[in-house]
């Protein structure tokens, strides 16, 4: 009797945070494999994310910083915590919102909506931009010209451009975005099969852009994606991204640090030295930075505004860049990767 007594209380202790010793576990960290109360798993994210911060310098007091918001999970707990870093450590930020706005009806419309409560709640300024009002071209206007296939590519290059010109109208000195565990795995995974070499070797680095305009700050945390809270673009249920998504989450089932193993793969990648890198330039028609005479944005701009969608899509000779004369018709494997390349808001 008293040794089941014993292996009860034993086995209630055991269910008990590894941390605090007082509340229940809630979830178990991959990283670390504790099993960890809300209250707890609150108070060691933050302040890793603080010691990341400290850490690396990621910031000077009196700089400007844009929190690039969209409204999802991701940007809105990114926007909180530094906000509250920013007033309990003394770090003399003056933090913006800069949210875009693609013109996808039933998408972004909700999502900003969420984004207006964010700016009431953290006292923080908001600025939108709409691809309307930078390109001339909507979303939804894109998506009836081109089709589902390859419109992820348009939708990447454009709010990509569209996030740096909003850092500079705001006049901020950095820009930072926030992204969970599961999306960098699948950058790096998408890199690897996509040979991108240049990508590769910066997708898991915390700054990206110092030879660009502002200087990009990826903040990543190490905890799963919520299926069920997915916010997943309606135009790109085919999207390549989500191919690699549901190879990680297989190997997931497999080998539940899966997804650090990838990330930690991707951080102890090295280049070699005698690998030849694009030359960053300045795009002749826009002034943004290209290795091309024209930007990614202006070529697909460009095609899309002479009725010729597909123009600035795939590797065909001629044209600007000397790669855009024609439209040419692609292997499916080649267009699921062209459609890939820009979805999604880890493009690095």
């Not at 005698?274 to 330039?281: H, S």
């Amino acid at each position: 009797m008293e040794a089941s007594e014993a292996k009860s209380k034993k086995q209630g202790a055991s269910r008990l945070c590894c941390l605090c010793n007082q509340r229940r576990p809630v979830l178990k960290r991959p990283k670390t494999l504790q099993q960890i109360c809300k209250e707890c798993f609150y108070e060691v994210f933050e302040e890793e994310i603080h010691q990341v911060i400290v850490k690396n310098g990621l910031f000077k007091s009196g700089e400007r910083v844009a929190i690039g918001a969209s409204g999802g999970k991701d940007s809105t707990v990114l926007a909180y915590v530094l906000s509250e870093l920013n007033r309990r450590h003394s770090y003399g930020l003056d933090l913006f919102l800069l949210s875009i706005d693609e013109g996808i009806t039933g998408y972004r419309d909700d999502s900003l909506e969420t984004v207006k409560r964010n700016e009431l709640q953290y006292g923080l300024p908001l600025q939108i931009l709409s691809y309307k009002d930078l390109y001339g071209w909507t979303m939804d206007d894109i998506v009836k010209m081109i089709g589902l296939k390859n419109n992820c590519t348009f939708c990447g290059v454009f709010r990509r451009q569209a996030l740096d010109r909003g850092a500079a109208l705001l006049k901020v000195d950095k820009l930072v975005t926030g992204h969970n565990a599961d999306d960098i795995a699948e950058t790096v995974l998408l890199n690897i099969l996509r040979g991108d070499i240049a990508r590769l070797s910066r997708c898991t680095s915390i700054t990206t852009g110092e030879d660009g305009p502002i200087p990009r700050l990826h903040t990543y945390a190490y905890f799963k994606k919520l299926d069920y809270f997915s916010t997943e673009c309606i135009y790109s249920p085919n999207a390549y991204r989500g191919f690699a998504r549901e190879f990680i989450k297989d190997l997931e089932r497999l080998r539940p640090r899966a997804i650090l193993d990838i990330i930690k793969s991707g951080e102890d990648f090295r280049i070699a030295t005698t690998t030849k890198m694009p030359e960053q330039g300045t795009c002749e028609r826009c002034g943004y930075i290209s290795s091309q005479k024209w930007c990614k944005a202006c070529v697909l701009l460009d095609g899309l505004n002479r009725g010729l969608p597909k123009m600035g899509i795939g590797r065909a000779r001629g044209g600007v860049n000397g790669d855009h004369k024609k439209e040419t018709k692609k292997p499916a494997s080649a267009a699921r990767s062209l459609e890939s390349k820009q979805c999604g808001s880890l493009d690095f």
